[in-house]
């Protein structure tokens, strides 16, 4: 994904691994920014974050942290101040992460564009189905009115059963 954006990615499989990558990559061509996971099995994230910043050659580097639903929060409260960037909720899209990747630069996000072209989304929605009757409907998960979920790729079969309830 993130080649797909004109980056460079190299990825390390902990935080003592990538550390010496970013120090190296500092002195001769500095990365423009850091993806990392907020729960690593060597560290947390803000300990991982802390090691990393501590270096004198990173110390302004914009880091991009990605945690579960169950950990943003944390992840959010405990690098505020600490960290130039931003926190990024998996499961990410190619759209999230762009969006995660830029903040995390100082480039503003607009929002409201996607807010608002989800309400218009549910509105039209919502007329269709004031207008015809449909057996089922099919929806982003992050839409509101959700009775049941299938996970992606959809498996047709599932599909059929969960909705046949």
Not at 62 to 89: C, F, K, R, W
Not at 110 to 125: K, L, N, P, V, Y
Request: glycine share 6%; with cysteine; charged share 20%.
């Amino acid at each position: 994904m993130l080649n797909r954006f004109g980056l460079r990615a190299e990825q390390a499989g902990s935080v003592k691994l990538a550390l010496p990558m970013l120090i190296d990559a500092a002195e001769n061509d500095p990365y423009s920014v850091l993806i990392m996971g907020w729960r690593m099995p060597d560290t947390d994230g803000i300990e991982a974050i802390r090691a990393i910043l501590g270096q004198p050659t990173l110390a302004l580097m914009p880091i991009v942290t990605m945690a579960s639903t169950h950990y943003h929060s944390e992840a959010d409260n405990q690098t505020e101040g600490v960290a130039q960037g931003s926190v990024l909720t998996k499961p990410l899209t190619p759209s999230t992460l762009f969006d995660a990747i830029m903040q995390a630069l100082g480039h503003e996000i607009s929002q409201t564009t996607r807010a608002d072209d989800r309400e218009e989304e549910i509105e039209d929605a919502l007329e269709m189905l004031a207008v015809e009757q449909f057996d089922g409907v099919l929806m982003d998960c992050q839409m509101p009115g959700m009775n049941d979920h299938i996970s992606k790729p959809i498996d047709v079969n599932k599909m059929f059963s969960v909705m046949a309830r």
